[in-house]
């Protein structure tokens, strides 16, 4: 049934077949099978038997063949299922990430099996949490499968075969609406022939299966405190927002000042303004001309577009030129417009300036000094792109800009303000937080996030090396984060 392959053989099978993806909140896998089912007499649709490797194949390794995403691993069929339901452990997802071309959920009539479903997952965030760690047992299962010889790994398949195929009665309930009755008939046909394979793959435990299970083990544990780190981090975020009245009301007891330039602030809230810049004014009194509040974000599809994705808001009144700016990214994307980001961010200010005004979607005559409405920017307006990937000019990048403004004969001032503060430079300010758990916290939390979590925090790539920030632009702030 498996055929024996060289050790060196294994490796580059499980490298072929897994991809590990870092997103911003969480470690993730995702499988691309690039093997094909083996040459059978049979057709696809007149199967005798059953073999692992051919349901494998047809559960989770649909891009061979063509088929939809939600045939195409375990990572991505839990991704579906995010994007039906409240289930993600993801923070910062909006209303407006269900508008995204990838997106692809259909408003269909809902059946009651989903919606009971649905409303139990939602109202239990135990059961999210353990739905989560289900899938990263799929996900990490994997990892034995071709790397190590295949006598160990016929546990690795199976197991991660009955994870796929649990996720797929909830597709079927949640997703394609079907009966509860079609669901659980699947359920019983194909989980009992994989709990069969399952059962006999346990006896080879003690004579080698116990590594994948270890493996597996080491990388759930690994993925699940990043994620619970991350998440604490991001619950004191939202817990100690710094309003915008408070840091203009201390403008003049502080002396605080603009200086030209543009000042990139990178958040993981999509609201509200982060302890980590009321720490920063607070002991350094100034900031730029323009400040743009940089949210980079994961959402639940594969790829998004290049024009869909960015959303740019303002945060306050017009008059304090500043902004917030969300770069969602999928999660098969990789960020490949660094070269370029920052003439992307200013091109997008510069369109969403244009455009205020012109649709109820943009007004931004609210009282609300925090945020106003996020309105996505395409590529209408573009910089140009030199061998030093740097904009020269004041005058060259408003001729870029004449041939694109169709209803204006000339730039808003405030655009003109956003590109002279373009060519006084833009600076990264980043924070470098220490999460610390709190003395009340108990023995598991301490351990989680003062041990663990510290220790791949420390041999973690820093955000300046993900975001490719140049050096010479960036400014840190350290803060202690007490979780």
């Not at 809902?110 to 919606?115: H, N």
């Not at 973690?460 to 140049?470: A, E, I, M, S, Y």
Request: glycine letters at 8%; proline letters at 4%.
């Amino acid at each position: 049934m498996f055929h024996s392959r060289t050790s060196l053989e294994s490796i580059e099978y499980g490298l072929q077949n897994q991809c590990l993806i870092a997103n911003g909140y969480g470690l993730s896998l995702t499988i691309t099978c690039t093997e094909s089912v083996p040459n059978s007499s049979k057709t696809t649709n007149g199967y005798d038997l059953i073999s692992p490797e051919i349901e494998q194949g047809i559960m989770y390794c649909g891009f061979k063949f063509g088929l939809p995403e939600s045939w195409s691993g375990t990572f991505a069929l839990y991704s579906l299922l995010c994007r039906h339901a409240k289930l993600s452990m993801l923070p910062n997802q909006q209303e407006t990430d269900e508008k995204l071309s990838a997106y692809g959920v259909e408003k269909t009539a809902e059946t009651w099996q989903s919606f009971e479903l649905k409303s139990f997952f939602e109202k239990h965030k135990k059961f999210r949490k353990g739905l989560l760690i289900f899938v990263l047992l799929g996900t990490c299962m994997t990892i034995g499968d071709g790397v190590f010889t295949p006598a160990i790994s016929g546990l690795a398949v199976t197991t991660v075969m009955f994870v796929t195929t649990c996720l797929m009665t909830m597709v079927m309930i949640i997703v394609w609406k079907k009966q509860i009755l079609t669901a659980a008939l699947f359920l019983v046909l194909f989980g009992s022939i994989e709990l069969f394979y399952l059962s006999a793959a346990l006896f080879k435990v003690p004579e080698g299966g116990w590594i994948p299970l270890l493996l597996s083990l080491t990388f759930m544990s690994v993925m699940f405190i990043w994620n619970y780190g991350k998440l604490k981090k991001h619950e004191f975020d939202l817990e100690n927002k710094v309003s915008m009245n408070r840091i203009l009301s201390l403008g003049p007891s502080l002396g605080m000042v603009r200086v030209p330039g543009i000042g990139l602030v990178y958040t993981n809230l999509i609201t509200g303004i982060p302890a980590i810049f009321g720490h920063f004014v607070t002991n350094l009194p100034a900031f730029h001309q323009v400040l743009v509040f940089v949210c980079v974000k994961s959402v639940q599809v594969p790829y998004v577009r290049a024009e869909e994705r960015m959303l740019v808001g303002r945060v306050g009144p017009r008059e304090y030129h500043m902004f917030r700016c969300i770069v969602r990214y999928g999660y098969k994307d990789v960020p490949h417009e660094n070269y370029n980001f920052e003439n992307r961010v200013v091109a997008a200010l510069v369109e969403y300036v244009e455009m205020e005004g012109k649709d109820t979607d943009t007004d931004t005559d609210s009282d609300n000094l925090d945020d106003n409405v996020h309105v996505p920017v395409g590529p209408a307006f573009k910089l140009p792109d030199h061998e030093e990937r740097m904009v020269q000019s004041l005058k060259e990048i408003e001729e870029s800009f004449a041939g694109c403004l169709e209803a204006h004969s000339s730039l808003k001032d405030e655009s003109v303000q956003i590109l002279k503060a373009r060519e006084s430079g833009i600076a990264y300010i980043l924070g470098h937080s220490y999460a610390k758990a709190k003395k009340s916290s108990s023995i598991f939390a301490k351990f989680a996030i003062d041990v663990v979590y510290s220790f791949l925090s420390r041999n973690c790539r820093g955000t300046d090396v993900v975001l490719n920030v140049p050096h010479t632009s960036l400014l840190e702030v350290g803060m202690i984060y007490y979780v």
